[in-house]
C-alpha cells in the first residue's frame, strides 16, 4: 500500500503538529493508516459515488477528535490523504463546507494528472513527507 | 492526762476529715454519673449519626455510578447509529423512493440531536461540580458526531452530486 498526500494535507498537519493540544495527531495518523490492508480502511461517510474509489471522511481518534478527508484507489493500493482537521480546539472546526469538499476532490485529481504529490512514509514514528 | 487530751483531738480532726470527704463524694457523685450519662449519650448518638452519614455518602455514590452508567449507555447508542447512518452513504444509485427514507432519516436524526442536546444543557449543574464529567465529554461528542453525520449524509446525497464538476471527477477519477 502506497500513501501519498497533497499539499493541503502536509500544510495543515504541520500546523497541527506544531501546538501542543494537538499532539496525538501525528500518532492517530500512523496508528489508522500505516500497516494495514487499504481494505481495512473503507470505513467511515463516503462522500462519492465510487465504490472502487471511494472519497472518505473518517473520523479519528474516536469522538472530538480529528476528521480526515481521503481517497482510496483499492485496485492500486493508494490512498490519497487530502485533508484533515481537528473538532475542538483553537484550530478546530465542526466541519468544511461542502465547496471545499468539492474542492479538495477537484485537486486530487489534478494533483494525481500532474505527479503533484508527496509520497508519505513513517520513519522512527514521525511522518515523512516525500516530494514526488 | 496531757497526752490523752492530745490523742482524743487527733480522732476528732481525722473524724471531720472523713465526715467532710463523705460529703463531698455524695455531692459529686450524681454530677459524674449525670456527665457520664451525657457523654454515653452523645456517643451513642454521634456512633450513629456516623453510620447514617456513610449510608447517605453510599447512596449517593450508587446514583453517581448510575448517572454514569445511563450516559454511558446513551453515549454507547448513539455511536452505534452514527456507525449505522455512515454505512447507509456507502449506498449507490439510490432511487427517489429511498432518497425520500433519507431526507425523512436526516429529519429524524437532527430531532433526536436536538433532544439529546437539550439533555446536555440540563447536566450544566452536574458537569459545573466535576460530576461524570469524562462521561458528559463523550455523550456531547458523540451527539456532536450525530450532527456531523446528518450534514454528511445531505452533502452525500443532496448537495454534492449538484455541485458542478462533483460527479465528472468521479468519472475522471475511474479513468486514471
Known sequence: MTIFCLEDFKAQFEKLKKKNSYAAIEGDIINYFFDKEITQLISGTRLNNSHDIPYIKKRLNGSGGFRVYFLLVIKDGKIYLMFLHPKTGSLGYENITDDSKALLYKKVLESIKTNNLYNVTVNKNKLIFKKN | ?176
Open chain 2, 1 to 176: 492526762m496531757i497526752k490523752r487530751f492530745c490523742i482524743e483531738n487527733k480522732m476528732a480532726y481525722i473524724h471531720s476529715i472523713i465526715k467532710v470527704s463523705k460529703m463531698d463524694f455524695l455531692e459529686y457523685k450524681p454530677q459524674i454519673e449525670n456527665t457520664f450519662e451525657q457523654v454515653r449519650a452523645l456517643s451513642f448518638e454521634e456512633k450513629k449519626a456516623s453510620v447514617f452519614d456513610e449510608q447517605k455518602i453510599n447512596r449517593l455514590l450508587d446514583k453517581i455510578l448510575e448517572f454514569k452508567r445511563t450516559y454511558t449507555t446513551k453515549t454507547n447508542k448513539i455511536n452505534f447509529l452514527v456507525e449505522k447512518i455512515e454505512e447507509i452513504t456507502w449506498f449507490n444509485n439510490l432511487d427517489e423512493e429511498s432518497l425520500m427514507s433519507i431526507n425523512d432519516l436526516i429529519s429524524s436524526i437532527r430531532d433526536l440531536h436536538s433532544s439529546l442536546l437539550r439533555q446536555y444543557v440540563s447536566l450544566d449543574l452536574i458537569r459545573s461540580k466535576g460530576i461524570a464529567s469524562e462521561e458528559t465529554k463523550k455523550f456531547k461528542a458523540a451527539i456532536d458526531d450525530l450532527k456531523d453525520v446528518a450534514a454528511d449524509l445531505e452533502s452525500r446525497f443532496f448537495f454534492l452530486p449538484n455541485i458542478a464538476g462533483f460527479q465528472e471527477t468521479t468519472k475522471e477519477l475511474s479513468l486514471i
